[in-house]
């Protein structure tokens, strides 16, 4: 008969800071491995004590007594099943970020993460000092190697696990989602299998926290680089793997293997994800937004009825002069599909009022945008007082095609706590709406299909002040996500002059984006932690 080792992986949704609340979801997860499994070992992922990222919480003396409290009462009530646990390791003036295992009330190893990533939205060099010393542990005749997320990523690490004797690499990840990343790190993973010939479980976190959300899909493989367990995307999952002895080699028998989304499905499930931890890890009891009858706010009302559900959202169109029939019929009919509650609050007395105030101030000045963009404040005023009185949260509904160039106005469309859609342009939009779409018809087609326009003024289209959005949105790309200059954007095929423009109005309104609410990060670049232009700047793009 082979032998196998159980090991159950514990893909959980964790909340950074409340290490009270982690502690018990960790000795909670134990004893039911315990009970249902008897499984030899259960991990769980990097720094699961405080969450991840904990950023400068870190720095509190009081979160130092509160992670050593927790790591002691796991240590003493954990039994009958060996634990692998994440935590901030304060050893004197420094902090590691590190994991230890657990067996029968005794500590087995230690290990400190030794690659500290320090680039896009990670930051680990401002608190931790990196390891050094690699960590093998037994269990029932098993030597297992530990490697922390950005480990694994380099050589070094898991080789010098099986040069200590490693047979299994055990990796534990704070990993954010973003577009592409699960098949960049099942490629990563193939890649380290094929210079040291070990099997590798790979264990990911899964939540929202603040810009981020975690997708989990938690995996094994096996030394032929073939996949014999992945956790579902987005979703917390307590599973165990087997692995048995053949020729003295470990090898992962097949388990579940939940497929790899498509891009849409995707990121519409991390942006679901991400909006349903913000509102209720912060315990919101619902949210409102401006329903306008466009795509953007469309696709965030879909977004926020499938994250919380219905009964806790509410939405307000709030309607002027220059508010068409057909936003109108068609903000009413995603209302009564999705059955929220929804009104109607015009805004053309506060407008008119407002104007009336300003009179003499205005006296002898030409209407322009000021205009326009009293009548965006306006609806910012209601929204938020209704968010005010009633608990509610107030969803941004704007897109990074607009957060990019200004297209949005401040203390306006731009007010609110959260914006679903931040990292998300407007091709895009149109996209996770077709997709939303093919689940349940719940965006009116012509939502869709209309050509966008804020509707501030007589026949208003957003092509009157922005290039199309199909050729906007890959110049935008280019630009932030991939860092090419004007000259490089143009020899992909794009108007100089087009280019130019677009990459100084990003550069003017930066300002915009310091005071914009946080949104769900979903590319490799997004507005926010990971972006850091200057806001008072002399360079300009000529080249």
């Keep these: 008969m082979n032998k196998k080792i159980t090991i159950a992986l514990a893909q959980i949704d964790l909340i950074v800071g409340d290490i009270t609340g982690n502690t018990t979801r960790i000795l909670d997860c134990c004893e039911q491995v315990r009970v249902e499994s008897q499984a030899d070992l259960i991990v769980f992922p990097e720094l699961s004590i405080s969450g991840y990222p904990p950023e400068d919480l870190l720095l509190h003396s009081g979160l130092k007594r509160r992670v050593a409290e927790a790591i002691e009462l796991i240590r003493k009530q954990v039994s009958g099943i060996a634990v692998l646990i994440g935590f901030p390791e304060y050893s004197g003036n420094v902090i590691y970020n590190s994991c230890v295992v657990f067996e029968?009330?005794?500590?087995?190893?230690?290990?400190?993460?030794?690659?500290?990533?320090?680039?896009?939205?990670?930051?680990?060099?401002r608190y931790f000092e990196p390891g050094k010393e690699t960590a093998v542990f037994k269990l029932k005749d098993t030597k297992i190697g530990i490697n922390i997320c950005e480990d694994i990523w380099y050589p070094s690490p898991a080789k010098k696990c099986k040069e200590a004797g490693a047979e299994l690499i055990i990796v534990i990840n704070g990993s954010p989602y973003e577009k592409g990343g699960q098949l960049k790190r099942e490629t990563i993973v193939t890649e380290r299998i094929s210079e040291i010939m070990l099997p590798i479980v790979y264990l990911n976190m899964v939540g929202g926290q603040d810009e981020l959300v975690f997708d989990g899909a938690s995996f094994v493989m096996n030394t032929e680089g073939e996949i014999t367990y992945r956790a579902p995307s987005f979703e917390e999952a307590l599973d165990v793997i087997e692995l048995s002895v053949k020729a003295k080699q470990k090898v992962p028998l097949i388990a579940s293997v939940a497929e790899r989304l498509s891009e849409e499905e995707s990121i519409y499930r991390a942006l679901v994800k991400g909006t349903r931890d913000y509102i209720t890890k912060h315990k919101f009891p619902g949210v409102v937004l401006g329903l306008s009858g466009g795509i953007d706010s469309a696709l965030t009302l879909?977004?926020?009825?499938d994250a919380i559900g219905s009964d806790k959202v509410r939405a307000i169109m709030m309607p002027y002069t220059y508010t068409s029939k057909m936003s109108l019929e068609d903000a009413e009919l995603q209302s009564s599909i999705l059955n929220i509650q929804y009104d109607i609050l015009p805004i053309e007395t506060l407008y008119d009022a407002?104007?009336?105030?300003?009179?003499?101030?205005f006296v002898g000045r030409d209407m322009d945008t000021t205009e326009e963009n009293i009548q965006s404040r306006?609806?910012?005023?209601?929204?938020?007082?209704?968010s005010n009185k009633t608990g509610l949260m107030l969803l941004t509904t704007g897109n990074k095609s607009e957060m990019a160039v200004g297209y949005a106005t401040l203390y306006g469309d731009m007010a609110g706590g959260f914006a679903p859609l931040k990292d998300c342009t407007k091709t895009l939009v149109k996209r996770l709406a077709n997709y939303r779409n093919?689940?349940?018809?719940?965006?009116?087609?012509?939502?869709?299909?209309?050509?966008p326009s804020a509707e501030l003024r007589e026949n208003q289209q957003d092509c009157d002040s922005l290039p199309p959005y199909d050729v906007l949105d890959p110049i935008l790309e280019l630009f932030i996500e991939e860092d090419l200059s004007v000259m490089e954007i143009v020899d992909r095929g794009y108007d100089r002059a087009t280019v130019i423009s677009i990459l100084e109005m990003v550069k003017r309104n930066e300002y915009k984006r310091r005071q914009a609410p946080p949104g769900i990060r979903i590319s490799n670049r997004a507005?926010?932690?990971d972006w850091r232009y200057p806001i008072t700047s002399g360079y300009n793009f000529p080249d």
């Design 104 to 125: 029968n009330s005794e500590e087995i190893i230690r290990y400190r993460k030794h690659v500290l990533p320090n680039y896009s939205v990670f930051d680990e060099k």
């Design 302 to 305: 879909a977004i926020a009825c």
């Design 354 to 361: 407002s104007l009336e105030l300003l009179k003499p101030i």
């Design 378 to 386: 306006a609806r910012g005023v209601l929204l938020m007082a209704i």
């Design 438 to 451: 093919t689940i349940s018809e719940v965006i009116p087609r012509r939502v869709i299909e209309r050509e």
């Design 527 to 529: 507005f926010g932690r």
